[in-house]
């Protein structure tokens, strides 16, 4: 049985738009992965790193997963490596970030994963794209629709880069 999942990409170094499109074309052809629909991409400043850290483009890809969380962290984590990422776990400037935001109706707290995302609801990169995708999602833990936290991270500020059609390179 597949359960829906929400990754949330983010790249802001080298062509980050390429970083983008290469990360999606290796989730495509992952295993057990099936993309149902591509959020616009949005530039947005980099938070909770250096001021001078140039700022990200970011995205989510809605999917179904036929495996496990712990199967679909290590995919994820092998996409990053395989593009260029080295420093997993600071908060450093970085070719491609990849984060578990939803994974169907699952809540797992453990040291390697985290689900739903710690910080989804205060970040306008996940919630406004999630929003465009299915403005009907639910956070798992509190059964509230996702729009009530735009305000309190200021979604409406968020700058719109590219609306997508299809991902491709």
């Not at 980099?46 to 989510?60: H, Q, R, T, Y």
């Not at 910080?119 to 929003?131: C, G, I, N």
């Amino acid at each position: 049985m597949s359960n829906t999942v929400y990754l949330s990409l983010g790249s802001n170094l080298g062509d980050r738009e390429k970083n983008l499109f290469k990360a999606n074309e290796m989730i495509s052809a992952m295993e057990g992965f099936e993309v149902i629909s591509y959020s616009p991409i949005y530039v947005n400043p980099a938070l909770e790193m250096d001021k001078d850290s140039p700022g990200f483009f970011n995205m989510i890809v809605k999917g179904q997963f036929a495996y496990r969380p712990a199967e679909l962290l290590a995919n994820v984590e092998k996409i990053e490596t395989k593009l260029g990422r080295t420093n997993k776990g600071e908060c450093k400037p970085r070719t491609i970030d990849i984060d578990i935001i939803l994974f169907g109706d699952e809540v797992i707290e453990s040291e390697k994963l985290s689900i739903p995302h710690r910080k989804m609801t205060e970040r306008a990169f996940v919630l406004k794209p999630m929003l465009q995708i299915d403005p009907e999602v639910l956070h798992p833990v509190t059964k509230k629709k996702l729009e009530i936290y735009c305000d309190k991270c200021n979604c409406d500020e968020l700058v719109l880069y590219k609306e997508l059609t299809e991902v491709n390179v």
